[in-house]
């Protein structure tokens, strides 16, 4: 009788001052997460996330890169590009968490009156979407995440390991503890 091979998935791209980063520069616990700003999970996933940064504030940070998941989320590719676009304006973080509290308004008419709820010019950032400006950026993180075993949505990395485990708070204070720990 043989066993299964067992592969554990790896982040294959490091994380770089390109990302979008919260959190402390040099905090011993990194996630990355792969995420879909219309997927339910991924909305289900980041209140939680939010409040992990919040507890472990001096020990965890968060990269969020795109992995919109367009044929089965019609709006997720255009509401990452409109991310993309205030993150090149320094308001990524800002629109992550406008696109995550409004997930079932990501159609093009409620979006706009988003990116003017940040702060930021809906034409100007509108055009740069129409125009796909940000795409390469978007695209080049979905192929990271399939480089790195993504196939779906949200999918954590803590300190380069995929996490198996569940997004409620619990398991990720027990996946950010553990990892601080190694």
Known sequence: MSTPLQVTARLRDPVTTDDHIRG?????????????????????????????????????????????????HPYAERAAETAEAAGVRGRFWEMHDWLYEHQDQLDP???????EQVGLPPDELNAEVENRAHADRVRRDFVGGIRSGVNGTPTLFVNGIRHDGGYDLPDLLTAADAAANA
Do not use: K, M, W
Not at 34 to 51: K, M, R, S, T, W
């Open 24 to 72: 402390p520069a040099d905090a011993a616990v990194t996630i990355v997460e792969y995420g879909d700003f219309q997927c339910q999970f991924c909305g289900a996933a980041y209140p939680n996330l939010h409040e992990l940064l919040r507890q472990r504030a001096n020990t965890v940070r968060l990269v969020y890169r795109y992995f919109p998941i367009a044929n089965v």
């Open 109 to 115: 008419v409620h979006l706009s009156l988003g990116v």
